[in-house]
C-alpha cells in the first residue's frame, strides 16, 4: 500500500486489533492511520477504570481459551509487554494461566448454601437427543428459532442448563444458532465444563492487561488517536456496480466536522455495541435502564443502513432490551475477611475457582473472585471480585427489590444471605464498595435473528468498507468472545487490502473423534 489513508471508526478490541493487523500485516504506516472513539478512553467494552478510593468497575469480565482464540493469540504474540522487555503479551497470558490453573469446588450453591454435585450433566434421554440433533442442524434449517423451541422446558431445570447460562450468559429465548454455535465451537471442554478448567484468564482486568499494551504499541508506530470524536454518518458515492465511502461525518465537543475519504482510502466501522448506555450505580443509589441511544454506535449503524439495507437490521438487536438486558457489579473491598471466607466456603483460592452460581437465586446470582491484584493501581491491602445477575427484574431473596432498583449495598446483602455471612455485613457495610452496572444490551448478539441481520465483514459492492465487531456475521464463531471481533478485524484487513494471507481457521472439535468420544462420555454421566 502508498500512502493511502485508513480510516477507522470505535476504539474497542475490534478497531485496536484492525490497525494492528494493518500495520503488522498489511504494511501500512501508523501515521496513515486515524481512528475515532467518541469517549475519552480506548478499549470498548473491554474496560477497567477506578480507584481503591472511590471503587473500581469492570462491566464484565472475559474468559478466553486457548483452543479456539485463534486470530486473537495471533495477534497478540506481536504486542511487547509493558513490563518485561522481550517478552510479549500472550507470554504473559500463557505464564500467567500456567501459575494457576482454574479447577472449580463450588460451581453451583443450591438455595440452603450448599455446594452442589455438578460432575453429572443431569441431561435425559430427550435431552441428548436434543442436543445432537440440534448441533448437526444446519443453521438455514434452524432459521430464527429460539433456544426454548428446541428444548423441552425440563432441559431448563438441569445442571447443565445452569451451567451453561451463567458461563457464557444464554437466556431461552436467545438465538437456537448461537447456541448451537457455541456447541460446537466449545465441544472440547464439555468433559471439564463443570470445572472450568479450559477457561484462560489475563493476568490483571482486560483494559490493563490486552487494551493498553495494544493502544502503547499503536501509539508508538504513529497511529493517530483522535478521541471524543463521535461518527454520526457516511456518505456514499454511488457507482454503476459499487458504493464508495466518500466522506466521513463527525462530532467533536459539539462542532461539526467532515473528512473527505479518497477512493483508494479505506474505512473500517465497528458497529453497534453490546454495553452502549451503560449506567452505574453506587452504594447508595441504583442504577438507571437507559434506552435512548445516546451511544452512538447504534445511531451509527442506523444511518448507514438506512439508505443501504445489505448493511444490516441494527433494529433486530437494539429494539429488545428487556431480552438483551442484565446487571453486574463490581465489588471493591478494604478488608480480607469476604476473601478469606469464601475461600473457606468454596475451596478455592481466589483466582483458581471461577464463577459460584447461586442457581436457586431469583436473580440467578454469580460472582468471581480474581487473582489479585486485578488492576494495575490496586493497593495490596485492597480486594476486587465482580458478579451479576441474569434477571434483574425479579424480586430478590433475602431483599424484597428488583435487582436493577437495589443499590450496591442491597446487593451486598442479597449475596451475603446467599452464603450465609450476615454477620459480616456490618463490617462490609463500612469497608465496601459496590458499583453495579446496567447493560441494556449486554447479550444483544444472542437475540433470535434471520440472514441478512448482521451484515458480512465484507459485503461485495462496498469496496473500501468494512464492518467489525461483535454485530458483523463471521460464519461459525461465536459472539460475545474477544475472539469474535479480532476474528472480524483480520478478515476486513486481509480483505480489502487483497493480502495473500489468511485468516486463522476456525478450531473444529467435532473432527477429532477424541473430542467427540470425551464429550459424548460427559453428556452420558
Not at 202 to 224: C, F, H, M
Request: glycine fraction near 10%.
Amino acid at each position: 500500500m502508498k500512502e493511502e489513508n485508513v480510516y477507522i471508526v470505535g476504539g474497542g478490541i475490534a478497531s485496536l486489533s484492525c490497525a494492528v493487523f494493518l500495520i503488522r500485516d498489511g504494511r501500512v504506516p501508523g501515521r496513515n492511520i486515524h481512528l475515532y472513539e467518541e469517549t475519552g478512553t480506548l478499549g470498548g467494552s473491554l474496560d477497567g477504570l477506578g480507584s481503591p478510593e472511590d471503587g473500581y468497575v469492570i462491566r464484565g469480565g472475559r474468559m478466553l481459551n486457548f483452543e479456539t482464540f485463534e486470530c486473537t493469540w495471533d495477534h497478540l504474540r506481536s504486542i511487547p509487554s509493558l513490563g518485561t522487555p522481550g517478552r510479549t503479551v500472550l507470554d504473559e497470558i500463557v505464564e500467567f494461566n500456567k501459575k494457576g490453573r482454574t479447577h472449580s469446588r463450588a460451581r453451583l450453591v443450591d438455595g440452603n448454601r450448599l455446594k452442589v454435585n455438578v460432575a453429572s450433566p443431569g441431561l435425559s434421554w430427550r435431552d441428548r437427543f436434543d442436543l445432537v440433533k440440534l448441533s448437526a442442524l444446519p443453521e438455514k434449517s434452524i432459521g430464527n428459532r429460539r433456544i426454548e423451541d428446541c428444548f423441552t422446558p425440563a432441559f431448563f431445570k438441569t445442571t447443565f442448563w445452569h451451567l451453561w447460562a451463567t458461563t457464557f450468559a444464554f437466556q431461552p429465548w436467545h438465538s437456537a444458532i448461537e447456541f448451537q454455535r457455541y456447541a460446537n465451537r466449545f465441544l472440547h471442554i464439555f468433559p471439564r465444563f463443570h470445572t472450568l478448567e479450559d477457561v484462560s484468564r489475563t493476568p490483571y482486568n482486560q483494559y490493563d492487561a490486552l487494551v493498553l499494551p495494544i493502544s502503547k504499541w499503536l501509539e508508538g508506530q504513529g497511529v493517530r488517536f483522535d478521541m471524543d470524536s463521535r461518527v454520526t454518518g457516511l456518505d456514499f458515492r454511488v457507482g454503476e456496480s459499487a458504493k464508495t465511502v466518500e466522506r466521513i461525518h463527525y462530532l467533536r465537543r459539539g462542532e461539526s466536522f467532515k473528512i473527505a475519504v479518497n477512493k483508494e482510502d479505506l474505512v473500517f466501522v465497528t458497529i453497534g455495541s453490546m454495553t452502549a448506555d451503560s449506567s452505574l450505580g453506587s452504594m447508595t443509589r441504583a442504577p438507571r435502564l437507559e434506552t435512548g441511544k445516546k451511544d452512538g454506535a447504534w445511531t451509527l449503524w442506523e444511518s448507514i443502513a438506512k439508505n443501504n439495507p445489505d448493511l444490516g437490521r441494527p433494529e433486530v438487536f437494539s429494539g429488545h432490551p428487556g431480552e438483551s438486558k442484565w446487571e453486574s457489579f463490581t465489588a471493591t473491598l478494604r478488608d480480607p475477611a469476604f476473601f478469606r471466607k469464601m475461600e473457606e466456603f468454596t475451596g478455592n483460592v481466589a483466582g483458581t475457582g471461577g464463577l459460584v452460581t447461586f442457581k436457586d437465586s431469583n436473580w440467578l446470582l454469580s460472582v468471581v473472585l480474581f487473582r489479585q491484584p486485578h488492576f494495575l493501581n490496586q493497593p495490596q491491602n485492597v480486594q476486587v471480585f465482580w458478579g451479576y445477575g441474569l434477571f434483574p427484574d425479579k424480586t430478590g431473596n433475602y431483599v424484597p427489590k428488583k435487582m436493577s432498583d437495589c443499590t450496591g449495598e442491597e446487593i451486598l446483602t442479597e449475596l451475603c444471605g446467599h452464603l450465609g455471612f450476615e454477620s459480616e455485613l456490618p463490617l462490609l457495610r463500612a469497608t465496601a464498595t459496590v458499583i453495579p452496572c446496567m447493560m441494556p444490551y449486554i447479550t444483544s448478539q444472542f437475540l433470535a435473528r434471520k440472514p441478512g441481520d448482521r451484515p458480512p465483514v465484507v459485503q461485495e459492492g462496498y469496496p473500501n468498507l468494512a464492518l467489525l465487531g461483535q454485530f458483523c456475521e463471521v460464519p461459525g464463531d461465536t459472539v460475545f468472545t474477544v475472539e469474535y471481533s479480532v476474528r472480524s478485524a483480520q478478515m476486513g484487513v486481509y480483505s480489502l487490502l487483497k493480502l495473500d494471507k489468511k485468516v486463522k481457521p476456525i478450531y473444529k472439535g467435532k473432527r477429532h473423534i477424541g473430542v467427540l468420544w470425551n464429550a459424548l462420555r460427559s453428556a452420558l454421566k
